[in-house]
């Protein structure tokens, strides 16, 4: 869909359709007040006769009204105006693009994205409208037989704005809300592939599919580079499958950065988690396709990062490998050297991204990198404790932290910070290795994020466990493509590139 930007009083604009705002109690919106008055107050009329309450999630279309020159005349409840805020505006838009879908309009004018909304810029409300309008589109119909068959003829949206001298920040927005829906985009197709589909060699292929596009260096490491660098606890988690682990980097260094050290994200790449030996219940074991999330969402970001052109080096690693049981897989019991050097006695082997993380840690410094995130479907103890909501965060910088969570405010790509203190470190004694891999049921993800900071002590990090937002269940299941807003805003603001 194209999406363009435009200044001026709705009433003096023509096209197929005009998507206004009203709130709950028969309160026009700004736009909808402009459009009213040009039509003889043909809307308040509608709207004061009960015809429409305004209700949050409601819509209804109106066709030739006096004086307009709109085919259409789209009305979307925003329920209360003192309740209205970043949620109601999201789902405005969400209900807008639900509704255009259902009519036969192929382009349309969306004043919603000019709405007063608390201390929301011009430049956030664009980005999210863009990054919602995307998201509302998104189908993944590649391994149906008969596609969805409803017609969508919209195909042009040009997005509000009150002001002209506002044109450029907007379009600059414009570009970073499509930017993000198509790291989103990436991520949730990487998500919803299946297992047989979706192997740590796809994913690879991927990457250099990026490189190819995007001008990124590209490195791909095979099984026997890894066994030469000592990647022991990765190498143990693929021995149980046929497909071989890859090793992936990927990095966006352009000329013009302005981060003398890189910024490394990594992602977690278990394209397949049948928890090994310590094997899984099968009831929802089909969704452990989701394992890979973290490395989908470390992609689109990077794609994200490329297709604007940020001036900043950033580094993607991506450990891949699927978890499988078999005649080679490690056992319960086994001890392991990373490539640390440190060993680690592996007591579960569903515990297994936190030993392909802490390789791909180890390896991330040799870029010497100023900061390093890592992303990962780490614990469902992330679930119980934070549900389906936000993303656990963890890290050993308070500035990193706080630079995390404002991202997420800002995306709505929320996260939650979690303690990561010594006295945690006390679950992962070993009696035969430096450490063990679980640290019991209590305070499950925090013991989980302390095993990884044992491999990032020298370095600025932070670590998201996403086990909870990278997918849905039910009837709605499928990736969700977090937390690619949450890194493409950090990453705008370490590039001073948000307004």
Avoid at 96 to 102: E, G, I, N, P
Avoid at 274 to 282: A, D, H, N, R, Y
Avoid at 431 to 451: L, Q
Avoid at 469 to 483: H, I, L, Q, V
Wanted: glycine share 10%; aromatic share 6%.
């Amino acid at each position: 869909m194209e999406f363009s930007i435009k200044s001026g009083s709705p009433e003096k604009q023509r096209g197929a359709c005009a998507v206004i705002g009203i709130f709950e109690a028969g309160y026009l919106s700004p736009s909808a007040e402009a459009l009213d008055k040009a039509s003889g107050n043909a809307i308040g009329r509608l709207v004061r006769q009960g015809d429409f309450a305004g209700k949050a999630g409601t819509s209804l279309v109106l066709h030739g009204i006096p004086s307009l020159q709109f085919e259409r005349i789209l009305l979307v409840g925003l329920g209360k105006e003192k309740a209205f805020g970043d949620k109601e505006y999201c789902t405005a838009v969400r209900t807008a693009m639900k509704a255009l879908a259902d009519t036969a309009a192929t382009e349309a004018l969306l004043t919603l994205t000019a709405l007063p909304l608390g201390k929301r810029s011009t430049a956030w409300k664009i980005r999210q409208a863009v990054i919602v309008a995307e998201e509302s589109r998104y189908r993944f119909e590649q391994f149906k037989s008969k596609k969805d068959e409803e017609q969508r003829p919209l195909n042009t949206l040009t997005l509000a704005i009150d002001q002209r001298k506002e044109t450029g920040v907007a379009e600059a927005a414009l570009a970073q809300g499509l930017a993000i829906a198509e790291g989103v985009r990436l991520a949730k197709n990487l998500g919803n592939l299946p297992g047989n589909v979706c192997t740590p060699a796809h994913l690879a292929e991927t990457a250099l599919q990026m490189a190819g596009e995007h001008a990124l260096e590209c490195q791909i490491l095979e099984r026997e580079e890894m066994e030469q660098l000592g990647m022991n606890a990765l190498r143990s988690v693929a021995r149980g499958s046929h497909q071989a682990p890859k090793f992936i980097v990927l990095r966006h260094r352009p000329a013009d950065a302005v981060n003398a050290k890189p910024l490394v994200l990594i992602g977690k790449g278990i394209t397949f988690d049948s928890g090994g030996i310590s094997l899984k219940p099968g009831e929802g074991m089909d969704e452990m396709k989701f394992d890979m999330c973290g490395a989908a969402s470390v992609l689109g970001a990077i794609k994200a990062a490329a297709r604007l052109q940020l001036p900043l080096d950033i580094v993607a690693i991506v450990p891949a490998s699927e978890n499988m049981p078999g005649g080679s897989a490690s056992k319960p019991g086994d001890i392991v050297t990373t490539m640390s050097g440190q060993t680690v006695e592996i007591l579960n082997t569903d515990a297994e991204g936190r030993l392909i993380l802490c390789d791909a840690l180890t390896y991330a410094a040799r870029f010497k990198p100023g900061t390093v995130i890592d992303v990962a479907t780490l614990t469902g103890a992330c679930v119980i404790a934070l549900g389906h909501v936000a993303s656990g965060l963890f890290a050993n910088s308070d500035s990193l932290a706080r630079a995390l969570l404002k991202a997420g405010e800002r995306s709505l790509d929320r996260a939650w910070q979690m303690p990561l203190w010594e006295d945690y470190q006390e679950q992962l004694k070993s009696n035969f290795a430096d450490m063990a891999n679980i640290g019991g049921r209590p305070a499950g993800s925090i013991t989980a994020a302390c095993f990884l900071s044992r491999f990032s002590a020298k370095t600025e990090w932070a670590h998201l466990d996403i086990a909870g937002t990278a997918w849905k269940s039910g009837g709605e299941k499928g990736a969700t493509g977090r937390p690619v807003p949450l890194l493409v805003n950090y990453l705008l603001e370490r590039a001073g590139r948000l307004d």
